[in-house]
């Protein structure tokens, strides 16, 4: 599924605001996965858990075509996800931020598909 350049560009300034605004010991590569994490209540109250860990799941199917370092992530029952400690041991650091920010690109064009761009556009401002 290729995204257009606008979900791109979204999900990386997305993962840039998230790097910036973390208080986390997390290395950078990681922020992308904050992203997740952080659209993860909102869509929650939207779709529920079980809508979510379905977006998650097909995103980051998605994503791994692209970026196989993802492969050692799993969503878990309640729409986390899981694997973040091994994936952050991974030695190509730029590996898995882009691997990273393809996810939060493919997360993202699942809800403009699903919920359209008003409602996303809401969910991430």
């Known amino acids: 599924m290729t995204l257009p350049q606008q979900t791109r560009e979204l999900a990386q300034r997305l993962i840039a605001y998230e790097g910036a605004a973390s208080n986390t010991s997390e290395p950078m590569e990681l922020a992308a996965f904050r992203v997740c994490e952080t659209l993860r209540r909102p869509v929650c109250e ?20 692209e970026a196989p370092c993802l492969s050692v992530l799993r969503v878990a029952e309640d729409g986390s996800l899981q694997g973040l400690d091994e994936l ?17 690109a493919q997360l993202l064009g699942m809800l ?10 809401r969910l991430v401002i």
């Open 46 to 65: 939207l779709a529920g858990v079980d809508g979510f860990r379905a977006l998650l799941s097909r995103a980051l199917a998605l994503a791994r075509a």
């Open 88 to 104: 952050g041991r991974q030695i190509d650091k730029d590996q898995v931020r882009d691997g990273g920010a393809i996810l939060v």
């Open 112 to 121: 403009l598909t699903f919920i359209g761009e008003a409602m996303t556009t």
